[in-house]
């Protein structure tokens, strides 16, 4: 079947970068693209981005380009995803999401992101 | 504000079935493949429904989804206790050349 999973809780300071890692196992990582999906305290899912492992190919959230940066480790199955100038409402819990087609088949477990001064 | 729209909550008692809408537009659901998934208290999202009907081996055929023109519905019948989660439709929008969520939708089992 599969697993992703992520890397701890961090806690920033406004301005500052994040980075989460999430690592596969139980399968074939080329065959699948990943994406990253966070959700903010009491509130719903928002879809941030795509990569394939194969390819490298990415496709970012509109209102997150330029501040995303999603990349792969093929020789360790890892897949990060790197948030720059944070600020307070980038708070929430971050998942790194295995894509089959257009299913979001395999979650991880979560990492909650502390934006706080 | 999702592009998607979910009602806010539904309801129904044990055993009883209930629909969930999800309404958009032609550049997204009238033109690509809808997904749902569960997301239970405290829990990270489980996929539901896949290609607009389709169960992953492992969800029960209590839960059954169809799409017509830009609308999309999750149905549930013989409603447990255990189902009570938040319901998110998705889709990919040709419009934003990314994918969307749904608002969400909580489902009480009274």
């Known amino acids: 079947q599969g697993y992703l999973v992520q890397s701890g809780a961090e806690v920033k300071k406004p301005g500052a970068s994040v980075r989460v890692s999430c690592k596969a196992s139980g399968f074939t990582f080329t065959k699948y693209g990943f994406t990253w999906v966070r959700q903010a305290p009491g509130q719903g899912l928002e879809w941030m981005g795509y990569?394939?492992?194969?390819?490298?190919?990415?496709n970012y959230a509109q209102r997150l380009q330029g501040g995303l940066t999603m990349t792969t480790d093929t020789s360790t199955n890892t897949v990060y995803m790197e948030l720059r100038s944070l600020r307070p409402d980038d708070t929430a819990v971050y998942y790194c999401?295995?894509?089959?087609?257009?299913?979001?088949?395999?979650w991880g477990q979560g990492t909650m992101v502390t934006v706080s001064s | 504000q999702s592009v998607l729209t979910q009602p806010p909550s539904v309801s129904a008692a044990p055993g009883q079935r209930v629909t969930i809408s999800c309404s958009g537009g032609?550049?997204?659901?009238?033109?690509?493949?809808v997904s749902w998934y569960q997301q239970l208290p405290e829990t990270a999202p489980k996929l539901l429904i896949y290609?607009?009907?389709k169960r992953p081996s492992g969800i029960p055929d209590r839960f059954s989804a169809s799409k017509s023109g830009t609308s999309a519905t999750l149905g549930i019948i013989g409603l447990q206790t255990g189902d009570e989660a938040y319901y998110y439709c998705q889709v990919w929008d040709d419009s934003l050349n990314g994918r969307v969520f749904g608002g969400g939708t909580k489902l009480t089992v009274l």
């Open positions: 999401v295995r894509v089959d087609s257009d299913a979001f088949d395999i």
């Open positions: 990569i394939s492992p194969f390819s490298g190919t990415t």
């Open positions: 290609d607009n009907n």
């Open positions: 032609k550049s997204d659901i009238g033109n690509n493949y």
